[in-house]
Nanobody
Framework: QVPLVESGGGLVQAGDSLRLSCAAS????????MGWFRQAPGKEREFVAA????????KYADSVRGRFTISRDRAKNTAYLQMNSLISEDMAVYYC??????????????????WGQGTQVTVSS
């Protein structure tokens, strides 16, 4: 069973918005900080945003701060990434990740135990 499943990616024009969702199985999400990362072709996976277990603290990469918003709905076992004012540089495969049994956020891939399969975001200019 895949613990995390992303959805919501697609093809949009520059300036448009998308909302990504990350649905988690109960065991993964109920006690985990969550993060979003992205990876463009030929580049390393990079941090986008993270949210702590309670949802009281969020962290963003400088490149997306003010445009992207991370949130979570613990009742639905789902995390979200609202992406506004998309630009071509945002084009990548987006991955959600979970830190099982860890409340605090991390901005490095190695800080996360569980990963989704990724969802493609394509931005046309």
């Amino acid at each position: 069973q895949v613990p995390l499943v992303e959805s919501g990616g697609g093809l949009v024009q520059a300036g448009d918005s998308l909302r990504l969702s990350c649905a988690a199985s109960d065991g993964t999400f109920s006690n985990a900080a969550m993060g979003w990362f992205r990876q463009a072709p030929g580049k390393e996976r990079e941090f986008v945003a993270a949210i702590n277990l309670s949802g009281s603290f969020t962290k963003y990469a400088d490149s997306v701060r003010g445009r992207f918003t991370i949130s979570r709905d613990r009742a639905k076992n789902t995390a979200y990434l609202q992406m506004n004012s998309l630009i071509s540089e945002d084009m990548a495969v987006y991955y959600c990740a979970a830190r099982k049994n860890v409340a605090a956020t991390s901005d490095i891939p190695g800080g996360y135990e569980y990963w989704g399969q990724g969802t493609q975001v394509t931005v046309s200019s």
